[in-house]
């Protein structure tokens, strides 16, 4: 062992601080442990012996006068053993000397000192968990500092607690010194990390009403297990462990164990450090039911009888803490809905131990109706005060509403220009009856650049590119352009939204677009392009809100839809050809204009716009295509879902979304063909509807395939599928969101499980082609089909006529509901948003197609 190893462990007196060792060659003289014991004793001198002169030799960097400050000889004071032993104390206790001794020459002083080495640089080895700029800001030591030993002790010690904090018990920290010249010395922090240390188990002694899988499931920690490997409630916690106990015991407490205790909670570690065993010792106590709920109101506006009636707990019930609890909010919030803002609710509870009863009596301490003083916008540097202050639902002079603050709370939260952590901040005013509300603001960034690129199930390869700025100049104006490219799709978009029009309660908003869609189906296991569809319009929009929760909006679109096929595999003499394209698709070629004018009614109370947890969400629309234009239809629409936790992090939705079009003009004498244009008509599959393929479901015609031998093909993946839509549809959805530790959370996993259903129908039976397997031949000049083949040569017949080789089938045209249900992963992947869904379909009609697996993933940077 070194000397300096040697005297770091003699002066620490502690195992868990390892030796420093000497990266050097030569020997190193053993520095002074303590003016006592490592130094060389001062040389005696006759008592009474004067001192002449003190001088200081083998200093370096420090200044003779500046080290002589440090003792107390000075000429003309009298030299003694004690006073020489003092002066090495002292010059020890700088921490800037290696070695220290002292001479006296017949009143002749002389000081030698070896000053400590300078710190050259901190290197940190074997460190991967914990970064270099995680620990180099929490060490005392750094670079062009004096080295001493009480720092290399600490830094030590520091940096094993923050492995601790990590959960590592097991890591170990052994400081080393590499010697250079000039006195300079490199420190170097070999750190042995060891594996996180987990929780291997739970005991628990003293349960009875309740069994240890029980308990376990109400802690924060978790027993270690392969199951919870993205849980990091299996690391030991001093703080989660206490936690645990409170939840211990407000469990305890709702079940009406009022006197239940955690008597002691031991955390022991295993002998190898890598797992602890924790082990709680409790007392239950006896079980009580509810006394005599009252209330005490001082309030005039609040009646205590009635206040009374209206608690859920009722004499007789099983004591409840959390229920209690509940109600002093719930009170405490309904006092502030009357404008009492410092209301005191405060429960008083007698226990009789005798019949085990709970008497709570919950008293309302009188207050002072309360008024808003004045409103404060703070942290706002981008954003204009008026865009935060318009949020608020309570103005300066109007009287105190606890259910105002928290519905301006969502709505400033809801413009997604600040950070999520914010609150209506309530301060005293300038009177008793006074108060202050402040509204803190930390700003993010609104502006968003964003380039993806990815590839989907549905659509191949994606490109996406988007610029979009949602609080232009700090107006809460809202500008975009977005342009999407991928094999099936092609579009850009130019947008703008005024949420308050002339600083007006009325949003306005505008879009300029240009879309070009290709549809297809599926041949065999290719997909082919059908029709395309080429869209440029311009919509407009205005809302005016009706209610705090309701609004209207009313809009107008106008479109120029160009709908065209593939004249080489479709046409047949400059003709669209029945007999390869089929009724429906020659039926929607053509241009053709829409002015549509539509108005939605929107009822929201959701607490979050983008991930809600708790609220509901209705929307009716009609939409009237008329107005001009040369298409005529009515459609109605209806969306609505409603949130909210269930307890445990866990999140349930449902949602339900139909709709009806009705044409207003006739497209064709034919009753074959649908009044509906097919690029108007609703479909329904893959993504609305996990476990079906894209518009796999509802009314179809499948080409089924003739072989030589005349027999028709039963291989699904040999038809041909063309997806034709509906005039009705309606779409259901549960989902349940599943909560996963916080080491998930931060990868950005949400689970869930879901049920979905919903069908489309109603369109007019189409023509179909050779449904009955009877043997047709078309003419390859004038494209007329043929049954009667009487009169004409087979030369003739080889030469101008094909032969049809497929029947078609109308299949899916039902109201009866497919379901599937299965389980989906979110994930905000360092590539971009991911989804992976797998369903299972429960109940389809023939003719839908169904789907097991779907992903989407993209990129960005």
């Not at 109400?218 to 936690?243: C, E, H, I, N, W």
């Not at 009635?306 to 209690?324: R, S, T």
């Amino acid at each position: 062992m070194s000397p300096l190893g040697a005297a770091l462990l003699a002066t620490s007196g502690l195992v868990a601080v390892p030796q420093i060792a000497f990266a050097q060659a030569a020997p190193v003289e053993q520095p002074a442990a303590s003016a006592a014991s490592a130094a060389p004793a001062a040389v005696p001198a006759p008592v009474g012996d004067v001192i002449r002169t003190v001088t200081v030799q083998g200093s370096q960097r420090l200044e003779a006068d500046t080290i002589l400050s440090y003792i107390r000889l000075r000429p003309g004071q009298t030299y003694t053993q004690v006073t020489g032993d003092q002066a090495l104390k002292d010059l020890y206790a700088t921490e800037l000397f290696a070695d220290v001794s002292i001479r006296n020459n017949g009143g002749d002083v002389v000081v030698q000192v070896k000053e400590n080495p300078v710190i050259n640089r901190i290197i940190l080895e074997g460190n991967k968990r914990l970064k270099e700029d995680k620990i180099l800001p929490e060490i005392k030591l750094a670079a062009r500092q004096i080295f001493t030993r009480s720092k290399v002790r600490a830094d030590v010690s520091r940096i094993i607690e923050l492995y601790k904090r990590q959960g590592r018990f097991a890591a170990s920290v052994e400081p080393k010194m590499v010697m250079l010249d000039q006195n300079r010395v490199d420190i170097v922090f070999e750190i042995s990390e060891g594996p996180k240390s987990k929780v291997r188990q739970i005991n628990i002694l003293g349960n009875e009403k309740f069994s240890d899988g029980d308990l376990r499931g109400q802690m924060v920690t978790k027993q270690a297990r392969f199951f919870r490997l993205f849980s990091s409630g299996t690391s030991y916690d001093p703080d989660r462990l206490a936690f645990d106990q409170q939840k211990l015991r407000q469990y305890y407490l709702t079940e009406g164990y009022a006197d239940f205790r955690v008597v002691s909670a031991v955390a022991e570690l295993t002998p190898d450090k890598r797992d602890f065993i924790i082990t709680y010792v409790v007392e239950e106590g006896d079980r009580y039911k509810f006394g005599d709920v009252k209330v005490d109101s001082q309030l005039r506006d609040f009646d205590s009888d009635k206040l009374a009636a209206n608690l859920p707990m009722k004499a007789g019930d099983w004591y409840n803490a959390k229920l209690v609890e509940d109600q002093v909010d719930a009170l405490t919030e309904t006092a502030g809905a009357f404008g009492y803002a410092f209301a005191d609710v405060r429960p008083d509870f007698a226990r009789n131990k005798d019949d085990l009863t709970m008497s709570v009596t919950f008293r309302i301490a009188e207050a002072p109706r309360t008024y808003v003083e004045r409103v404060d916008v703070n942290g706002n540097t981008l954003t204009q005060d008026k865009v935060i202050r318009r949020e608020f639902r309570i103005a300066e002079g109007d009287a105190f509403n606890t259910f105002q603050i928290k519905r301006s709370t969502n709505r400033i939260k809801s413009l997604g220009y600040f950070q999520e952590k914010f609150e209506v901040e309530q301060k005293p005013g300038s009177a008793p009856d006074r108060i202050i509300l402040e509204a803190n603001v930390e700003e993010k960034p609104t502006g968003e650049l964003q380039l993806s690129a990815g590839f989907s199930s549905l659509e191949s390869f994606i490109f996406q590119g988007s610029i979009r700025q949602n609080n232009f100049r700090g107006r809460g104006q809202t500008i975009g352009l977005s342009v999407d490219y991928s094999r099936y799709t092609r579009s850009v978009q130019v947008s703008f939204t005024e949420p308050y029009l002339f600083d007006k309660n009325i949003s306005f908003g505008m879009d300029v677009y240009r879309r070009d869609q290709n549809s297809f189906n599926f041949s065999g296991q290719s997909r082919r392009n059908t029709y395309e569809q080429a869209t440029t319009g311009f919509s407009a929009r205005v809302g005016v809100p009706l209610t705090e929760f309701m609004s209207l909006i009313g809009r107008y679109t106008f479109n120029i839809d160009d709908v065209t096929l593939d004249q080489d595999q479709f046409y047949i003499n400059g003709q669209c050809s029945v007999l390869r394209a089929g009724r429906y698709l020659c039926d929607a070629i053509g241009k053709r204009t829409s002015s549509i004018l539509g108005a939605s009614l929107v009822y929201d109370t959701l607490d979050n716009r983008v991930r809600p947890t708790r609220g509901n969400q209705v929307i009716v629309g009609a939409d009237f295509a008329g107005l001009g234009g040369s298409v005529k239809y009515a459609r109605v629409t209806a969306n609505a879902s409603k949130f909210w936790p269930v307890g445990g992090g866990f999140i349930f939705s449902v949602r339900g979304e139909g709709g009806a079009i009705k044409p207003l003009a006739s497209r064709s004498n034919d009753p074959t063909v649908d009044d509906v244009y097919l690029t108007d008509r609703f479909f329904l599959g893959e993504p609305q509807i996990r476990g079906f393929d894209i518009r796999g479901v509802g009314p179809r015609v499948l080409r089924k395939f003739v072989g030589t031998d005349g027999t028709i093909s039963q291989d699904r993946n040999q038809w041909q599928d063309d997806a034709i839509g509906g005039r009705y549809y309606y779409l259901t959805r549960a989902e349940l969101e599943i909560p996963l530790g916080s080491g998930a959370r931060e990868l950005g996993l949400r689970p869930s499980i879901y049920v979905d259903a919903g069908a489309v129908w109603g369109i007019t039976n189409p023509l179909t082609v050779n449904p009955n397997n009877v043997l047709y031949y078309q003419n390859t000049t004038t494209g007329v089909i043929i049954t009667d083949t009487a009169g004409i040569t087979p030369e003739q017949l080889a030469a101008q006529y094909s032969k049809v080789q497929y029947v078609e089938e109308y299949v899916g045209n039902s109201p009866s509901p497919r379901i599937s249900v299965g389980i989906g992963v979110n994930w905000n992947s360092p590539f971009g948003p991911f989804r992976l869904d797998f369903a299972r379909v429960l109940k389809k009609v023939d003719g839908d197609d169904p789907k097991t697996f779907t992903f989407n993933v993209g990129t960005q940077f």
